[in-house]
């Protein structure tokens, strides 16, 4: 896997680049749209690829663990072949969502022993066993398994996690490297920094993390709850610290203006849930701000939903038809506001990436920054 | 809006011909999709045309009644401006919705008041109130308001309820032809023969009906829980009573072996919510038979949904992978299953329509109807 810097914002940490992959290369900055179970819920396979123009997709290890379950996945040749994406997938370890799950975990130096949320059976992962599990999936990128903190958390707790995250690393690299990739084409481990919202943490994290030499690098433990500029410190905190010449992820975020000063702060790829599961709910994130399409401000309003933003869905479809569809629970309302979100998170990576390469970025931010967060 | 007849089947009373209206041609015989509330279910517009080759689409008045509501209808230029469908509509009367509500309605000689399913507030449907109604949502063809029995039911209600529906039926027609188009083009008037599944009442009423000498016929009040036989006997009894020369709508029918014996019996039209109901709970029609496609049958069969039917869908995605994301209640789940389903339909129509123009259809549609409905 190859990773190539075209430009670098000469006012901010902004950069573009070109990550290569077995199935195809990806621009940066990137968002990842996620898709849980092997869909990107409400989306077509070629929406994603014709109108969304997404270039890599998300795969979550513990869902698609549970079902439709590995032994499925390796028949079909994986999770590629069996949703019929053919661009790249990063598969996040579950890591989070085993966090996610509560009561239903208990964490141990070994790995984790969870409940399923569909049918309560148990189930144990360990740093191994979700190298293996990735790999027949089939991911172009596979991250760590990593124990996710939650927010807030006690220092000493975050310090112990992340001494277990970076165990467990040790092992993930280990089987990784011992392993071959089950259907002829590289795959690529990332690690993921830890430490919560702690500065000495999350520096020591960031230095484990950097001197594992893997082709590229991931922050979690953000997204989860802190305010924005404590994301932001970590963030650029631990951009300083990972080596500049491989891309950096920034799991799990997030509003279009996180991505827009991640960005800034050197972030290059980065997935969310918010623009699928917000547009379930009549959230549009727009070219002019954000409209919850279900206020009565909209109910006559007949103009396309973002004729600036362009693409088939956002011009051909009304505020009117769209709020409609929603308020009436229509499915067609969420196909169309996941698409909808779905295309303007993909063309603001794509417009910042323009930016950079021009040297206009950091004030093209800053005026971008106020108009997507403002709501209509 | 003109009908012309292009061939008959030499062996059954099947018939192949062109309704011709302001919104295009629709070749016959013709099934036209549910759009409910002015959206087919899990289906895009584009998807809609391109995929399923739909040539008309059906409304509700009764739903889009209540949502969006009459003047924003009126104010986009009708529902075909509101949801972007440009081609024909058909929308029914309301009856058969109103009929459903059982105890939150009451039915006078004036007409029916009804309580809305949504807040339960009062409205009232007259047959002249429907006719201004169905004009302002733009329908290319709109139904007389009737009342639809259900079944089993006694003869004298039966009797009562046909004359009920004759008497509604004048008044349709008078303020149908006293009126105007709202937005510049034709719209067409179908009167509906009632008469449950009594011959008398049923010759009675396509007398009465056939008499109005419309520009089209439909048949209500059949599937709804009679034997297939009656559907069948009554069809036929009423086929041999209604013009030849104008199309014949036979309303909510149904299976693909309901739809291919009704063609054979002389129907031109027909509507139905299980192609795409049905898919939603995982039923699909396919050209070699039906399949749940949540049994453990399909659980490892990697190969497409039905090639031999063709289209995007049904190609692109396997049987494994449906399935996957009907179990877990993936959205996509029931857009995948919703376009395969009609554009069964549609390519069973096409069919029937080809091997009527070819002279082979009744014997083709004795081995289609075994094959399609046989449990895969």
Redesign the interface.
């Given at each position: 896997m190859k990773f190539q810097l075209s430009a670098v914002d000469p006012q901010s940490s902004a950069r573009a680049g070109v990550l290569s992959t077995a199935h195809g290369d990806i621009q940066t900055p990137i968002f990842m749209p996620v898709g849980t179970?092997?869909?990107?819920?409400?989306?077509?396979?070629?929406e994603l690829e014709d109108d969304i123009r997404a270039q890599i997709i998300l795969g979550n290890t513990y869902h698609l663990y549970l079902?439709?379950g590995i032994e499925?996945l390796e028949?079909?040749g994986g999770l590629h072949?069996?949703?019929?994406w053919k661009k790249p997938i990063l598969t996040d370890s579950g890591g989070y969502q085993v966090y996610s799950l509560a009561e239903n975990r208990k964490i141990s130096d070994e790995g984790v022993t969870f409940k399923s949320h569909i049918d309560g059976s148990k189930h144990h992962f360990t740093p191994e066993g979700v190298m293996d599990i990735q790999r027949a999936i089939g991911a172009d990128i596979i991250m760590a398994f990593d124990e996710c903190t939650p927010y807030p958390c006690e220092y000493n707790y975050a310090k112990q996690s992340m001494a277990l995250t970076h165990e467990w690393l040790a092992r993930c690299v280990k089987r990784f490297h011992s392993t071959e990739p089950r259907y002829g084409y590289e795959q690529a481990l990332f690690p993921i920094v830890q430490g919560s919202t702690f500065k000495d943490l999350r520096e020591q994290s960031a230095e484990f993390i950097a001197n594992q030499n893997q082709p590229g690098n991931a922050i979690g433990g953000l997204s989860v709850g802190e305010p924005h500029e404590d994301m932001y410190t970590m963030t650029s905190l631990v951009c300083g610290i990972l080596p500049a010449d491989k891309p950096r992820y920034l799991m799990g975020v997030g509003t279009p203006e996180n991505i827009l000063e991640c960005i800034a702060l050197g972030i290059d790829m980065f997935d969310c849930v918010m623009p699928t599961r917000n547009a379930r709910n009549g959230m549009l994130f727009t070219t002019q701000g954000i409209i919850n399409i279900r206020n009565e401000r909209w109910?006559?309003d007949?103009s396309p939903i973002d004729p600036t933003l362009g693409g088939?869905?956002s011009t051909?479809?009304?505020k009117?038809?769209l709020r409609?569809?929603v308020?009436?629970k229509?499915?067609?309302?969420?196909?169309?506001a996941s698409i909808h979100n779905l295309t303007f998170y993909l063309w603001l990576v794509r417009e910042a990436r323009k930016k950079i390469e021009e040297g206009t970025f950091a004030s093209w931010k800053n005026s971008m920054v106020k108009i997507t967060s403002q709501r209509l």
């Amino acid at each position: 896997m190859k990773f190539q810097l075209s430009a670098v914002d000469p006012q901010s940490s902004a950069r573009a680049g070109v990550l290569s992959t077995a199935h195809g290369d990806i621009q940066t900055p990137i968002f990842m749209p996620v898709g849980t179970a092997g869909s990107v819920k409400a989306v077509h396979q070629r929406e994603l690829e014709d109108d969304i123009r997404a270039q890599i997709i998300l795969g979550n290890t513990y869902h698609l663990y549970l079902r439709p379950g590995i032994e499925l996945l390796e028949k079909a040749g994986g999770l590629h072949r069996f949703n019929g994406w053919k661009k790249p997938i990063l598969t996040d370890s579950g890591g989070y969502q085993v966090y996610s799950l509560a009561e239903n975990r208990k964490i141990s130096d070994e790995g984790v022993t969870f409940k399923s949320h569909i049918d309560g059976s148990k189930h144990h992962f360990t740093p191994e066993g979700v190298m293996d599990i990735q790999r027949a999936i089939g991911a172009d990128i596979i991250m760590a398994f990593d124990e996710c903190t939650p927010y807030p958390c006690e220092y000493n707790y975050a310090k112990q996690s992340m001494a277990l995250t970076h165990e467990w690393l040790a092992r993930c690299v280990k089987r990784f490297h011992s392993t071959e990739p089950r259907y002829g084409y590289e795959q690529a481990l990332f690690p993921i920094v830890q430490g919560s919202t702690f500065k000495d943490l999350r520096e020591q994290s960031a230095e484990f993390i950097a001197n594992q030499n893997q082709p590229g690098n991931a922050i979690g433990g953000l997204s989860v709850g802190e305010p924005h500029e404590d994301m932001y410190t970590m963030t650029s905190l631990v951009c300083g610290i990972l080596p500049a010449d491989k891309p950096r992820y920034l799991m799990g975020v997030g509003t279009p203006e996180n991505i827009l000063e991640c960005i800034a702060l050197g972030i290059d790829m980065f997935d969310c849930v918010m623009p699928t599961r917000n547009a379930r709910n009549g959230m549009l994130f727009t070219t002019q701000g954000i409209i919850n399409i279900r206020n009565e401000r909209w109910k006559d309003d007949l103009s396309p939903i973002d004729p600036t933003l362009g693409g088939h869905v956002s011009t051909f479809y009304s505020k009117a038809y769209l709020r409609h569809l929603v308020i009436n629970k229509e499915i067609l309302g969420a196909q169309i506001a996941s698409i909808h979100n779905l295309t303007f998170y993909l063309w603001l990576v794509r417009e910042a990436r323009k930016k950079i390469e021009e040297g206009t970025f950091a004030s093209w931010k800053n005026s971008m920054v106020k108009i997507t967060s403002q709501r209509l």
